[in-house]
């Protein structure tokens, strides 16, 4: 028995949005490894600049702000896609919609972590309702 799902109008916008996701990836790795080249951080078990590096360097300082908010990236992404495809079941419009720290200052990443973890509590409890409606009724 085969089981047919039915996408609902705008889907195509939730993918889109997913696809952006990967373009956002390949740009912060391309931001991180040219400072890390320049650094000459060339061990790749190496992530972050040292604490003697940094004090002697605003670049190194600046590359470490951007190896976190690639590696903040990266660990959003997961919840992320999950979410705005379930959500995009329901909704699709408002799930691919829902989807400054690299400026060498780590206290600038607090106003954008907040409204990115409000974005993505919002986007995971979308999702959750939404996979509450797909269950079948008893």
Do not use: D
């Not at 907040?114 to 269950?135: C, D, E, R, V």
């Amino acid at each position: 028995m085969s089981t047919q799902i039915v996408l609902p109008n705008g889907f195509g916008y939730v993918p889109a949005s997913l696809v952006s996701l990967g373009w956002v990836l390949v740009w912060q790795t391309f931001l991180v490894g040219r400072p890390a080249s320049v650094l000459v951080l060339t061990t790749r078990s190496v992530i972050y600049a040292e604490q003697a590096q940094v004090k002697a360097s605003p670049a190194a300082l600046q590359f470490n702000c951007t190896q976190r908010a690639h590696q903040n990236t990266l660990e959003a992404a997961p919840i992320v896609t999950l979410a705005t495809l379930v959500f995009g079941l329901k909704c699709p419009h408002a799930a691919a919609m829902l989807c400054g720290y690299k400026s060498g200052n780590p206290a600038s990443r607090i106003p954008g972590a907040a409204i990115s973890n409000l974005t993505m509590l919002g986007l995971l409890g979308s999702a959750s309702y939404a996979a509450y409606l797909l269950f079948p009724s008893a």
